[in-house]
């Protein structure tokens, strides 16, 4: 069992740039593939960026492809998402969330094992 806590959301500017922060607690995070959902009003909740466990594979959205990194300090049990040159159309919730290293290779909400309860996400032109 691992808790999974979001910070860093806010108001932006479109054109803007903003890092937001998932911090672990609980069982040993490296044991973990991470990644970062979306969702915005209105919508579904879509995939936006992950990493693996080992090998730090990375993977992203084409929507946010070029302007979206996902990063991860296992030390310090943490995973970031830098999010560049920020649109009107990323406005949404962002959550955390785990899977069990090996459980799945599919980015899909049915495939993750643990969910941060997100954080807030505003960018305005």
């Known amino acids: 069992q691992i808790q999974l806590v979001e910070s860093g959301g806010g108001l932006v500017q479109a054109g803007d740039s903003l890092t937001l922060s998932c911090a672990a607690s609980?069982?040993?995070?490296?044991?973990?593939?991470m990644a970062w959902f979306r969702q915005a009003p209105g919508k579904e909740r879509e995939f936006v960026a992950g990493?693996?466990?080992?090998?730090?594979?990375?993977y992203y959205a084409d929507s946010v492809k070029g302007r979206v990194t996902i990063s991860s300090d296992n030390a310090k049990y943490t995973v970031y998402l830098r999010m560049n040159s920020l649109k009107s159309e990323d406005t949404a919730v962002y959550y955390c969330?785990?899977?069990?290293?090996?459980?799945?290779?599919?980015?899909?909400?049915?495939?993750?094992?643990?969910w941060g309860k997100g954080t807030l996400v505003t960018v305005f032109s």
């Open positions: 990493v693996t466990w080992t090998p730090s594979d990375t």
């Open positions: 609980g069982r040993t995070f490296g044991n973990y593939d």
């Open positions: 969330a785990a899977r069990f290293f090996g459980y799945s290779s599919t980015w899909v909400e049915s495939a993750m094992n643990y």
